[in-house]
Nanobody
Framework: QVQLVESGGGLVQAGGSLRLSCAAS????????MAWFRQAPGQEREFVAA????????YYADAVKGRFTISRDNAKNTVYLQMNSLKPEDTAVYYC?????????????????????WGQGTQVTVST
């Protein structure tokens, strides 16, 4: 069984920063990519950022480009999301996800249905 455990969420003022972590544990599996999605109250879950596991190519939603940075530590089986210049509209539950099967291109990595494993989510709240 694979587990993804997020940490690092919390309450921060607008303009502040947070760093989310997601550690994969349990049965080892080949990862094509890992990603972050988020879901705000009353809204559908949306793509935030993804990173391919071997090469480290990154993909970002337009809403977070230039403010968020996704990275990974292969040895620790961990993916990070550095969030800077946070805005109230970034308030959401942030979910980590892992993609096992091979696919490529941005269309692959932004599609939730392609991901095999999900974390339980961590709350990020940005106050004005």
């Amino acid at each position: 069984q694979v587990q993804l455990v997020e940490s690092g969420g919390g309450l921060v003022q607008a303009g502040g920063s947070l760093r989310l972590s997601c550690a994969a544990s349990g049965r080892s599996f080949n990862k094509n990519a890992m990603a972050w999605f988020r879901q705000a109250p009353g809204q559908e879950r949306e793509f935030v950022a993804a990173i391919t596991w071997i090469i480290g190519s990154t993909y970002y939603a337009d809403a977070v480009k230039g403010r968020f940075t996704i990275s990974r530590d292969n040895a620790k089986n961990t993916v990070y999301l550095q969030m800077n210049s946070l805005k109230p509209e970034d308030t959401a539950v942030y979910y980590c996800a892992a993609l096992r099967v091979f696919c490529s291109g941005s269309g692959c990595y932004v599609t939730q249905a392609n991901y095999d494993y999900w974390g339980q989510g961590t709350q990020v709240t940005v106050s004005t």
